[in-house]
T-cell receptor
Framework: RKEVEQDPGPFNVPEGATVAFNCTYS??????FFWYRQDCRKEPKLLMS???SGNEDGRFTAQLNRASQYISLLIRDSKLSDSATYLC????????????FGRGTSLIVHP | DTEVTQTPKHLVMGMTNKKSLKCEQH?????MYWYKQKAKKPPELMFV???????INESVPSRFSPECPNSSLLNLHLHALQPEDSALYLC??????????????FGDGTRLSIL
């Protein structure tokens, strides 16, 4: 079983749609969770950290479900510029901090 | 602009060459990382330096040799690479190693091609 799993997609949605991605992790002791965005041939850029209480930044909402061991990212009112690959990163070691990336979910927002 | 600077941006080298990739940050971060990323794949962790000491080596072949001369610099020395080592090499840093909610900041990478 992979430590961090994501549906690779692609998710193909119209502008204005709401879309959600999940990322599951296998180590229940994991402490750190992040969502990154990566555009084609660019470096990953931090989108948001994921806190136990959930957090929101504009159109983006991230949540953590420890019981079911997954994090989620919700994007409301999708824009064309949201088209990218969304990577989740989990501290898969549960403490000594080995950041592990999911394979990424591709999002395509079309007019 | 990224706060983590990587040079060179592109590198083409033969299998017998020796070259080095460089990474620099001036954010006072004490953890630095090297990743390898192949096309359409996620970044794969190679090395982690914590307070200038190598703390994690993810079973990387010895033809890759990391070095952390000081808290701002991270090098990756390359020797006798294979064509399958062609990839995007990403450097990242975070404020502290192992801390909760310590996101990584990435450089824009060195695109390496092995002939």
């Amino acid at each position: 079983r992979k430590e961090v799993e994501q549906d690779p997609g692609p998710f193909n949605v119209p502008e204005g749609a709401t879309v959600a991605f999940n990322c599951t992790y296998s180590n229940s002791a994991s402490q750190s969770f992040f969502w990154y965005r990566q555009d084609c041939r660019k470096e990953p850029k931090l989108l948001m950290s994921v806190y136990s209480s959930g957090n929101e930044d504009g159109r983006f909402t991230a949540q953590l479900n420890r019981a079911s061991q997954y994090i989620s990212l919700l994007i409301r009112d999708s824009k064309l510029s949201d088209s990218a690959t969304y990577l989740c990163v989990v501290d898969a070691s549960g403490g000594s901090y080995i950041p592990t990336f999911g394979r990424g979910t591709s999002l395509i927002v079309h007019p | 602009d990224t706060e983590v600077t990587q040079t060179p941006k592109h590198l083409v080298m033969g299998m017998t060459n020796k070259k080095s990739l460089k990474c620099e940050q001036h954010m006072g971060h004490r953890a630095m990382y090297w990743y390898k990323q192949k096309a359409k794949k996620p970044p794969e962790l190679m090395f982690v330096y914590s307070y200038e000491k190598l703390s994690i080596n993810e079973s990387v072949p010895s033809r890759f040799s990391p070095e952390c001369p000081n808290s701002s610099l991270l090098n990756l020395h390359l020797h006798a690479l294979q064509p399958e080592d062609s990839a995007l090499y990403l450097c990242a840093s975070s404020l502290l190693p192992g801390g909760v909610d310590q996101p990584q900041h990435f450089g824009d990478g060195t695109r390496l091609s092995i002939l």
